[in-house]
């Protein structure tokens, strides 16, 4: 059995079919992390949605804030963005329990694999979460999600404030920023505050910010994550053990697996012929 990562599919359907038959995946066998992002921006939001479910447990995905986002928009009131290219899952006969599978995932998944403490969330981890302290954390949405007030909290999710972690925060402020920290964060500084405006390379970094896996941790678990396309897969000076795999698929880039068990890459180009702008 082999369990791979694979980063924001972002609705790139046609790639991540051939990324599984590139990689030989067996279903009956093997098994899928998928870091969030399933949908939005790319053409096969739909069918990516469909795919991943119709693999059960062979496949464990985290929410991603584009996964979050279409829960918001079907089931907290928002509104779609200009950009958004969700009106086929929000069209589709089989919405209902396609929602209900994506709004049933975690936000974090942990095991031990390839001999080491394994954790996945979207966008990263806090330096100063402790994987134990993350899962419990990650634990306080999934159990508001499954609620039956989580179209009130899908309803509120959006803002940038609190922009930092205190261990007092309560209610909307507190789930907030949890959400905040497992599926938007890129840069942050030496007190763990985000910068939500910085979305591109390493140079974009604002004065007194650096990438979260720049921060020393008192532990040495792995931490897999995607959202960060203009990393393409790379985390320079990284003072943690840190695996980035979105490398953009749906910008032009590719799309890649990581072997949690040998430390393989794998990754198909991107068949994009309009990237979303």
């Given at each position: 059995?082999?369990?791979y990562a694979i980063g924001d599919l972002q609705g790139c359907h046609a790639e991540f079919v051939e990324l599984l038959e590139a990689l030989n995946f067996d279903p009956r066998h093997d098994r899928l992390w998928l870091a969030g992002d399933l949908v939005n921006r790319g053409p096969g939001s739909l069918a990516c949605l469909r795919e991943v479910e119709a693999l059960g447990d062979a496949a464990l995905t985290v929410l991603g804030n584009?996964?979050?986002h279409l829960l918001a928009v079907a089931r907290g009131g928002a509104t779609l963005?200009?950009?958004d290219t969700l009106d086929a899952i929000l069209a589709a006969p089989d919405r209902e329990r396609l929602l209900d599978w994506l709004q049933a995932r975690p936000l974090v998944v942990r095991e031990t694999l390839g001999g080491e403490d394994t954790l996945m969330a979207h966008a990263g981890l806090l330096p100063r979460w402790s994987p134990d302290l993350?899962?419990?954390l990650a634990d306080e949405v999934e159990t508001l999600l499954a609620s039956e007030q989580a179209g009130g909290f899908l309803e509120r999710m959006y803002g940038n404030t609190p922009d930092r972690w205190r261990n007092d925060l309560e209610g909307i402020e507190r789930w907030r920023?949890?959400?905040?920290v497992f599926t938007r964060m890129r840069f942050i500084d030496a007190e763990g505050r985000l910068d939500f405006a910085a979305k591109e390379g390493l140079d974009s970094a604002p004065a007194g910010f650096a990438p979260w896996f720049r921060y020393p941790r008192g532990d040495a678990a792995r931490l897999v994550?995607?959202?960060w396309a203009a990393l393409q897969g790379a985390?320079?000076?990284s003072r943690v053990n840190a695996c980035a795999l979105d490398t953009g698929c749906v910008w032009g880039g590719s799309l890649t697996a990581l072997d949690l068990d040998r430390g393989e890459r794998t990754s198909v180009p991107s068949r994009?012929?309009?990237h979303p702008t």
């Open positions: 059995m082999t369990t584009h996964d979050l963005n200009r950009k993350a899962e419990g920023a949890i959400v905040n994550f995607g959202h985390t320079p000076g994009v012929t309009h």
